[in-house]
């Protein structure tokens, strides 16, 4: 009896010392996200950047692909405020990369030191930091995901375990359900890896029957979990399939290309991690052109070469390195996109031939991809290091110096973005507002004014996305005009043509309440050219309610 308590107390002293490292271990992983994103979550109010905009209003439309995270944050604000909600899902979204790189990195390794850094490097990026200082926070959501999918392909070749390959399919299924373009990504990485296993496996041996049933669960379980949106897409004949199908020409490609003076430029950009169209707009920080922060990322190239070679030196792992060559190199050429010659008529090719690929306007996002095989790379190449003597010999100078590389050369994605990034509250007259509006039971729709679908707000301090339709609780039209270079719209509906057109020739009021549009108050915010707008008040038809700090109110009469 004493035997058998003394057995069990021991599996608990194990059990329970396991559970300490593994706290211990994610304590480290924990550390560059606070750092990130402590400035955010001590500041009150919601966090605001180009393609991110929240409110207290939460709408969960079945047939959208926002379905899935509104009805986890809608089910959420019964117990915590949107505006907090919102910044556990930044944090949680910088957590899920970071922890995307470790589970690629310790399909090869197990020295923690290694692995942790390699992580980092997945999380701290020229490409990271632009697509969160722009407000892609469901891209690279859907960029973590598809990370764990990438690293159980990694397995499927490793240990030829085709529970893998199913395993991959439910990441890859939800790195779709936040990001429809990660569709090609997962096509060109599981044909990959999918032959690499095959070609790994002797025929005499290949469960062809198994693989059969795998790869149809997959498919099937891809499909059940994306199905939602998928009807949307097709059955609903939505405007997105519109959107895509007559609305983005090659003219798209041009003014959402890839980031750099020349076609040479844009090239370095893509290799060195860079090359986002959004961030030669100058809405935050661009550390692609300062020298200082690409000089610490050219530095750390030496190392992402010697774990290319160590890849190619050990037989167990020269299939992979191959697949990760030929991954790199097809992201490359696609993430250049038409800056350079051959890779334009690539890519013009897959734009006029590919069904859907024409969403697919900004070739910068297969930077995705290229990311994922240096995280490899590099772990590969760090992990060299350490068994040299010159490491044993200097371990902390060069435990030191490599930390330093990694932080530094995106560094400004640290302290909230060096302070980019401040939460902004609602201003009090925005509930006046929409009080009024409630206490008239949302009578019609209302129209925001001025009509843009992104604008500056004095009150944030930035141009993002009209978050006007998030605040108020009653029904609010407001622009869709993306305005990017040439491009004035990115609609397809006849509504928006016809507010365009009333405010272009400065219509009767009368013609915005017919049945489609049913608009029966306008709010105009005193922001951009708000005054050119006031000659609205010259029609009879039109009430000035309320007139405050930051809106007007009017009513049809």
């Given amino acids: 009896m004493s035997q058998c308590l003394e057995r069990n107390k021991k599996k608990k002293n194990i059990t329970m010392n396991k559970q300490k490292n593994q706290i211990s271990d994610l304590t480290w992983y924990a550390v560059p996200i606070l750092v990130i994103v402590i400035p955010i979550l001590l500041k009150p109010g919601f966090v605001f950047l180009t393609d991110l905009a929240w409110g207290p209003q939460i709408t969960v439309d079945f047939f959208k692909q926002s379905f899935l995270l509104n009805s986890i944050v809608k089910i959420l604000s019964l117990i915590l405020p949107i505006a907090f909600i919102q910044k556990l899902f930044i944090t949680g979204v910088l957590a899920a990369i970071i922890l995307s790189g470790r589970s690629i990195t310790r399909n090869f390794f197990d020295n923690k030191f290694v692995v942790w850094l390699a992580s980092l490097l997945t999380l701290v990026n020229p490409f990271v930091y632009d697509r969160l200082m722009y407000g892609q926070l469901h891209f690279l959501l859907a960029f973590a995901l598809f990370g764990f999918g990438f690293s159980h392909l990694i397995r499927l070749v490793q240990s030829n375990q085709i529970k893998n390959l199913f395993k991959a399919a439910i990441y890859f299924s939800f790195s779709l359900v936040f990001s429809a373009h990660f569709l090609f990504f997962i096509g060109l990485v599981g044909i990959i890896f999918f032959l690499l296993y095959l070609f790994r496996i002797p025929k005499n041996i290949l469960n062809k029957q198994k693989l059969k049933k795998i790869v149809l669960w997959s498919l099937l379980i891809c499909i059940v979990i994306n199905l939602n949106w998928i009807i949307g897409v097709f059955a609903t004949k939505t405007l997105d399939q519109d959107f895509i199908g007559q609305t983005i020409t090659k003219e798209h490609l041009f003014f959402f290309r890839t980031a750099g003076e020349t076609g040479q430029d ?118 060299g290091l350490t068994q040299s003597k010159v490491f044993k010999s200097y371990k902390t100078v060069f435990i030191t110096t490599l930390i330093f590389l990694v932080c530094f050369q995106s560094l400004p994605l640290f302290g909230a973005g060096y302070g980019q990034i401040n939460p902004a509250r609602y201003p009090p007259d925005w509930q006046e507002v929409d009080q009024y509006l409630l206490e008239q039971d949302c009578d019609g729709n209302t129209l925001f004014l001025p009509w843009h679908m992104y604008m500056s707000f004095n009150w944030i301090g930035r141009i993002v996305a009209n978050p006007a339709n998030l605040y108020f609780e009653c029904p609010v039209i407001i622009g869709t005009n993306i ?54 008040e010259k029609d009879e038809d039109i009430e000035k309610i309320i007139d405050t700090k930051n809106l007007l109110l009017y009513k049809i009469k």
Avoid at 488 to 497: I, K, L, P, Q
Avoid at 518 to 532: G, Q, R, S, V
């Fill in 483 to 536: 305005e990017i270079g040439n491009i004035y719209s990115n609609n397809v509906a006849n509504d928006s043509n016809f507010i365009e057109d009333w405010i272009k020739y400065k219509a009767p009021v009368q013609l915005l309440k017919k049945d489609e549009l049913n608009i029966k108050y306008i709010i105009l915010a005193k922001e951009l050219e708000w005054e050119d707008y006031l000659w609205m």
């Fill in 266 to 383: 844009a090239l370095l950009n893509v290799i060195l991690l860079s090359g986002f169209w959004g961030s030669e707009q100058h809405r935050y920080l661009d550390i692609a052109t300062n020298t200082n922060f690409r000089v610490a990322f050219i530095m750390l190239v030496p190392l992402l070469i010697y774990g290319v070679w160590r890849l190619f030196k050990d037989p167990k792992t020269k299939k992979i390195a191959i697949g990760l060559i030929i991954m790199w190199i097809v992201a490359i050429t696609l993430a250049v996109g038409i800056r350079l010659p051959i890779t334009k008529q690539i890519t013009e090719f897959m734009f006029d031939n590919f069904p859907f690929y024409k969403g697919m306007r900004d070739t910068a996002k297969w930077i995705s991809l290229i990311v994922l095989v240096y995280t490899v790379w590099f772990a590969c190449g760090v992990y």
